[in-house]
């Protein structure tokens, strides 16, 4: 019979034993952990990190890294709601920002593509751009007065489960076809297994990694959307960090900072366990600054095991 480690690595089961281990560590520190309500409101919170972190997970399969989603989620909400403020009706107003978020993410694979610059500095950049753009065009204040059919998109509910949750478990799962059943994800995951290997098999690697950053940042807009539909106003602040937290949830989930490697329902649980601690030290009145150590030592462990599971090939 086959050793249970074993059986955990070929299934990848690490990530979702570690939330069930965390769940049940919850439920036993606090009674309120473990109920309906507050499991609902652990989904709605894990949204907007779960849409940014999908996002993610195709730009590190092909060995990338998109640190300006967060600044893109700031920027496309603040666009939409300006744009709803001056009375443009809210389904255009959310196509534009869709549209300006794959603008954002086509600025990005060019740089990486094309210019042959670095992931980690490319989106350095712009991830200051974009935050700069957006202290401009809010000119450093919240954008309020958003009309009510927009909020109910974020804080309305579906058979009791809130409508961004729901929003969120489409993407997912359209993702999961696409990267399991379909020629593009097959070649993504070529791209992040040996580049060079797929250019000659033929793969137009270049258009690829531009697409995969588009994605990444129309998911970052639709976040920014969801975001901004709860909160009932755009931030410029909003996002901050939030970068981090995708790239965390990834790299839980399984999926190799070296590219290749991974999987979307690992991204999912990785997104999910975030949002169980994030909730769970609330519920155990953590001070916030020790909840900011916890979340990098959680960081730091995920890049090691990254790390040993790389060499270890």
Same mark, same amino acid.
């Given at each position: 019979?086959?050793?249970?480690?074993?059986?955990?690595?070929?299934?990848? #089961?690490?990530?979702?034993?570690?939330?069930?281990?965390?769940?049940?560590?919850?439920?036993?520190?606090?009674?309120?952990?473990?109920?309906?309500?507050?499991?609902?409101?652990? *989904?709605?919170?894990?949204?907007?990190?779960?849409?940014?972190?999908?996002?993610?997970?195709?730009?590190?399969?092909?060995?990338?890294?998109?640190?300006?989603?967060?600044?893109s989620? $700031?920027?496309?909400?603040?666009?939409?709601?300006?744009?709803?403020?001056?009375?443009?009706n809210?389904?255009?107003?959310a196509?534009?920002?869709? $549209?300006?978020?794959?603008? $954002?993410?086509?600025?990005?694979?060019?740089?990486?593509?094309? *210019?042959?610059?670095?992931?980690?500095?490319?989106?350095?950049?712009?991830?200051?751009?974009?935050?700069?753009?957006?202290?401009? =065009?809010?000119?450093g204040?919240?954008?309020?007065?958003?009309?009510?059919?927009f909020?109910?998109?974020?804080?309305?509910?579906?058979?009791?489960i !809130?409508?961004?949750?729901?929003?969120?478990?489409?993407v997912?799962?359209?993702?999961?076809?696409?990267?399991? @059943?379909?020629?593009?994800?097959?070649?993504?995951?070529?791209?992040?297994?040996?580049?060079?290997?797929?250019?000659?098999?033929?793969?137009?690697?270049?258009?690829?990694?531009?697409?995969? =950053?588009?994605?990444?940042?129309?998911?970052?807009?639709?976040a920014?959307?969801?975001?901004?539909?709860?909160?009932?106003?755009?931030? !410029?602040t909003?996002?901050?960090? =939030?970068?981090?937290?995708?790239?965390?949830?990834?790299?839980?989930?399984?999926?190799?900072?070296?590219?290749?490697?991974?999987?979307?329902?690992?991204?999912?649980?990785? $997104?999910?366990?975030?949002?169980?601690?994030?909730n769970?030290?609330?519920? #155990?009145?953590?001070?916030?600054?020790?909840?900011?150590?916890?979340?990098?030592?959680?960081? #730091?462990? *995920?890049?090691?095991?990254?790390? @040993?599971?790389?060499?270890?090939?």
């Amino acid at each position: 019979m086959e050793k249970f480690g074993a059986v955990v690595r070929r299934y990848h #089961l690490g990530p979702l034993i570690g939330l069930v281990i965390l769940v049940i560590i919850l439920s036993l520190l606090s009674p309120q952990f473990f109920t309906f309500g507050n499991l609902r409101n652990v *989904a709605l919170q894990t949204s907007v990190n779960a849409l940014l972190a999908v996002g993610m997970t195709f730009v590190i399969l092909t060995a990338g890294i998109d640190l300006s989603v967060g600044s893109s989620l $700031a920027l496309t909400a603040a666009l939409s709601a300006g744009l709803m403020v001056a009375h443009v009706n809210p389904w255009v107003a959310a196509l534009a920002a869709l $549209a300006a978020g794959a603008v $954002a993410g086509f600025l990005n694979g060019v740089f990486v593509a094309y *210019a042959r610059l670095a992931p980690f500095i490319v989106t350095l950049g712009t991830m200051q751009l974009f935050r700069g753009l957006t202290e401009v =065009y809010t000119n450093g204040n919240p954008i309020f007065n958003l009309p009510s059919s927009f909020s109910h998109f974020g804080t309305g509910l579906l058979l009791a489960i !809130p409508l961004p949750v729901w929003v969120t478990a489409v993407v997912f799962g359209v993702v999961w076809v696409v990267l399991n @059943k379909s020629v593009f994800g097959r070649r993504i995951y070529a791209i992040g297994g040996n580049e060079t290997v797929a250019h000659l098999a033929g793969v137009p690697v270049k258009r690829y990694v531009v697409l995969v =950053y588009v994605i990444s940042g129309v998911l970052a807009a639709l976040a920014g959307i969801v975001l901004t539909s709860r909160l009932g106003s755009a931030e !410029p602040t909003a996002g901050t960090g =939030y970068e981090l937290d995708a790239i965390t949830a990834v790299v839980l989930g399984g999926t190799s900072l070296f590219g290749g490697e991974g999987t979307i329902l690992g991204t999912l649980i990785g $997104a999910l366990i975030l949002g169980v601690i994030d909730n769970g030290l609330n519920l #155990l009145n953590v001070n916030s600054f020790y909840q900011d150590a916890v979340k990098g030592l959680i960081i #730091l462990a *995920a890049i090691m095991l990254d790390r @040993k599971k790389s060499t270890g090939r």
